[in-house]
Every structure is written in C-alpha cells, then in structure tokens.
C-alpha cells in the first residue's frame, strides 16, 4: 500500500524568509503523480505544485519548488519569499497510476508565518 | 459554477444511527473520493472510484459503504454510526486524463456522533 509521511507537524517561518516542509512516501510503483496542496482555514484545497515521478527535473512554480529525489522516496516543499498568505496547512499527495487513481494524503504540516 | 456537492454540511447523529451523506459533481469527471479528516491525521481515504461502476476500498473503509449511483453522484453511507466516525468529511473529483491533476474538493460535512 502506498503511504506518505509528513513528519513536521508544525513549521513556522518569518515573513520573506525561506522554508523547507518535508515529505516521504512508500510506494513500490515506478510511476505515479506527487502534489503539495494548500488547505487554508477555509477547508478549500488547492494545488501548489505536482511532479510527475518519471522527470528528473524538480517541478517549480513562482515562489515554490520541490526536491524530488526519487530513490530516497523524499518530496520536500521549498517556498521562497515568505508571505502572510502562505500561513495554511500543507498536505503532501501521492497519486497512484495502476490502482485506479488511488490518491493518499499525509497527515499535513501547519505552516505558521509571523510578520 | 457547482463543482462538487455534498450534502447536509452539518449532522448530529445519536450511535447506531445510520446515514447517507450525498456528493454530486457538474465537471464530468471519472474518478471521485471519500475523505475524513481528523486532527493531527490528516485526510485519510475512506473509498474511492476511478469511474462509474467501479469502488475500491482505501485506508480507512471499516463502518462505511459506497455507491457509485452514476457517474455524477457517489454517495457514503454510515449504516450504525459510532463515535469514531466524527469528523469531517469530504468529497473530491477529477478527470482521469493525466492531465487532470487538479482535484475539486467539497465544503465538507461535519458530522458528530454522540
């Protein structure tokens, strides 16, 4: 069974600074789809970044960007320039390609960013 | 814009009770999902269906059933519920194209079991 870790259940950062929230994963698949999604007070989900196992190429968007390494099973979440709005919880997301788009959460990471 | 529906948002439920909770989506999408989430647990996967017709378990299926009715609607059912069961729960889709990466959520429902 595929599962995620996300081992910092709490991370607070200083506004414009960078932080790194961690993420590892256990699967014994050869492909499949990661994502880090915001969640704020709101419940709302939303999707930061994803990246597809099969590209080395470490996935970035604006402000944020992962670190994939793909033997190690590890998905770390860097966010650059730390704003006020990034304060939310941030769930690591595993996607599975052969069971049936089975999709897995970890527990999430409350991000804290103090002004 | 609907996207994804559930319903009620908020239900009280005295043990042994059962119910339904409801979750309809307007974007064609193939694949849906029941969720719970919990302090500190974050989402857990209670069913899922990659299209109509199909259901699978996922981490947390005990005290639950699903019905995929169509491929718009996939309803989770509490048949005796048990204090355990209060949480929250959501319901999610999205397209099985591999280009469908974005996962629509509902409001979620919270539900308390006493």
């Known amino acids: 069974a595929q599962t995620v870790t996300q081992s910092q259940p709490e991370m607070s950062v200083q506004e414009a600074e960078t932080v790194t929230l961690s993420c590892t994963y256990d699967?014994?698949?050869?492909?499949?789809?990661l994502f880090w999604y915001k969640q704020p007070p709101s419940r709302q989900m939303i999707l930061v970044i994803r990246q597809e196992a099969y590209k080395q190429q470490n996935a970035t968007e604006n402000r944020f960007s992962v670190n994939f390494q793909k033997a190690a099973k590890s998905f770390s979440l860097k966010i650059s320039d730390s704003q006020l709005g990034d304060a939310a919880m941030y769930f690591c997301a595993y996607r599975s390609l052969e069971y049936g788009n089975k999709l897995v959460f970890g527990a999430g990471t409350i991000l804290r960013v103090k002004s | 814009n609907a996207g994804v529906t559930q319903t009620p948002k908020f239900q009280v439920l005295k043990t042994g009770q059962s119910m339904t909770l409801q979750c309809a989506q307007d974007?064609?999408?193939?694949?849906m999902y029941w969720y719970r989430q919990d302090p500190g647990m974050g989402l857990r996967l209670i069913y899922y269906?990659?299209?109509?017709?199909?259901?699978d378990k996922g981490e947390v299926p005990n005290g639950y059933n699903v019905s995929r009715l169509n491929k718009r609607e996939f309803s989770l059912r509490l048949e005796s519920a048990a204090p355990s069961q209060t949480s929250v729960y959501f319901c999610a889709s999205r397209t099985n194209h591999n280009s469908g990466n974005t996962i629509y959520f509902g409001e979620g429902s919270w539900l308390t079991v006493v």
């Open positions: 269906s990659a299209s109509e017709g199909t259901t």
């Open positions: 974007m064609n999408h193939n694949s």
């Open positions: 699967t014994s698949e050869s492909d499949y789809y």
